[in-house]
């Protein structure tokens, strides 16, 4: 079965110090990873995706993502947080094996310390 | 550039009132579409998608319908609701990116 697990509820980080928001995966074939923020009462906005090649990529405001094979993992980060990052983050993968569903993280809630 | 709609932004509903939430894309054809619905702001329940007109997939049994009279429409619905049909629904579309793109919600109260 697909899954896709956040193993931490909540981060909190000093702003200017590096942040890590922790996502691991199981799929049955190859899997396309992505990463969401989502600010209160508002949809998800696409921060970034692996699909295939470079296991480092980067997306939107400066968050970067490292793809791991062999540890089924995902994490984003970013180099510099700032306040503006706290929100909650989401990460899903899409197993088109499976055909056209989307498997979501429960969220961790980043939250930004000035 | 591909956008999404959703409407309304917010709805206050009696239980036992009848449901209509309704989502458009504009800039994209036979796009997948998806309903989803979040409960106390966190984690995603997917409750339909559908990959063409009239083509819909039921992911959770529950009091809830979903449409899709159009192309680029997908309508959710429900003919009485319930306390706990209160929540944040999103809809999102997908196809030809890999990635899912979300509407701006409706945040559904019943009381």
């Known amino acids: 079965a697909q899954s896709v697990a956040q193993p931490e509820d909540q981060v909190n980080v000093a702003e200017g110090n590096p942040l890590t928001v922790k996502c691991t995966y199981s799929v049955s074939g190859n899997p396309y990873l992505f990463w969401y923020v989502q600010y209160p009462n508002r949809g998800l906005q696409f921060l970034l995706k692996y699909i295939t090649g470079d296991n480092l990529v980067k997306g939107s405001y400066g968050f970067e993502a490292e793809f791991n094979k062999s540890q089924t993992s995902f994490h984003l980060k970013k180099p510099s947080a700032l306040v503006s990052d706290s929100a909650l983050y989401f990460c899903a993968v899409r197993d088109f094996g499976t055909g056209n569903q989307f498997y979501f993280g429960t969220g961790t809630s980043l939250t930004v310390i000035p | ?111």
């Open chain 2, 1 to 111: 550039s591909q956008t999404i709609h959703q409407w309304p932004a917010t709805l206050v509903q009696p239980v036992g009132s009848p449901l209509s939430l309704e989502c458009t894309v504009e800039g994209t054809s036979n796009p997948n579409l998806y309903w989803y619905r979040q409960a106390a702001g966190r984690g995603l329940q997917l409750l339909f998608y559908s990959v063409g007109i009239g083509q819909i997939s039921s992911e959770v049994p529950q009091n809830l319908s979903a449409s899709r009279p159009q192309d680029r429409q997908f309508i959710l619905s429900s003919k009485k609701l319930l306390l706990s049909d209160s929540g944040f629904y999103l809809c999102a579309w997908s196809i030809p990116n890999p990635e899912q793109f979300f509407g701006p919600g409706t945040r559904l109260t019943v009381l």
